[in-house]
């Protein structure tokens, strides 16, 4: 079966900082990858999203950055993060080619001081 | 661009009692899925039910099951005989089959069920 790993849980960091959270999927090949964001009490914003090693795709122009190193692997980072950069991070898969369910990771909740 | 709205923030049912999520989205793509998705305290996004577009039978998922109407461009969910596990944060979502998969959230409605 798949399972999609996310981590660290939780992350406080300083504004200025680097950041970078990792996802990993097993049990599955060529899955598109996601990043999403949700504000406190809000909806889930996508950041990035990928359907290929080395492919990303940017949906919102923001501080951060997203890179596919390996088939499972998805990384988001910042070179320097912003307090505006709070927020709870959720990684997600989805079969790859065009497909529709969306599995998600339980996530990382960020706070930049 | 698509939209979802849902207009319910929070909704208070007792158990065993059934509540009504609404939802409606704007699109001029005549082919899509429909999500609900639930995120209980553990903030773990859960997948609850999911429409196609193009198929005119509501989906059903046990106690969940959703009204959707493609010309109103509106799909609620309907969660029977509650449970106190249903408490949570439950969103409605949307997504064009040309889309690679990119999810459209709405803010949510909060869901509490109460003994």
């Known amino acids: 079966s798949q399972t999609i790993h996310q981590w660290p849980a939780t992350l406080v960091q300083p504004v200025g900082s680097p950041l970078s959270l990792e996802c990993t999927v097993e049990g599955t090949s060529n899955p598109n990858l996601y990043w999403y964001r949700q504000a406190a009490g809000r909806g889930l914003q996508l950041l990035f999203y990928s359907v290929g090693i080395g492919q990303i795709s940017s949906e919102v122009p923001q501080n951060l950055s997203a890179s596919r190193p390996q088939d499972r692997q998805f990384i988001l980072s910042s070179k320097k993060l912003l307090l505006s950069d709070s927020g709870f991070y959720l990684c997600a898969w989805s079969v790859g080619g065009v497909s529709n369910i969306q599995y998600f990771g339980a996530g990382t909740r960020l706070s930049v001081l | 661009a698509q939209t979802v709205t849902q207009s319910q923030p929070e909704m208070s049912v007792q158990e065993a009692e059934t509540v009504t999520l609404s939802c409606t989205y704007d699109?001029?793509?005549?082919?899509?899925?429909l999500f609900w998705y639930k995120q209980p305290p553990s903030r773990q996004m859960i997948l609850v039910i999911r429409q196609e577009a193009y198929k005119q039978q509501n989906a059903t998922e046990n106690r969940f099951s959703v009204n959707f109407q493609k010309a109103a461009k509106s799909f609620s969910l309907k969660i029977s005989d509650s449970q106190l596990g249903d408490t949570a944060m439950y969103f409605c979502?949307?997504?064009?089959?040309?889309?690679?998969?990119?999810?459209?959230f709405g803010a949510g409605t909060q869901v509490v069920v109460t003994p």
């Open positions: 699109t001029s793509e005549n082919n899509y899925y």
């Open positions: 979502a949307f997504m064009t089959t040309d889309s690679w998969g990119k999810l459209q």
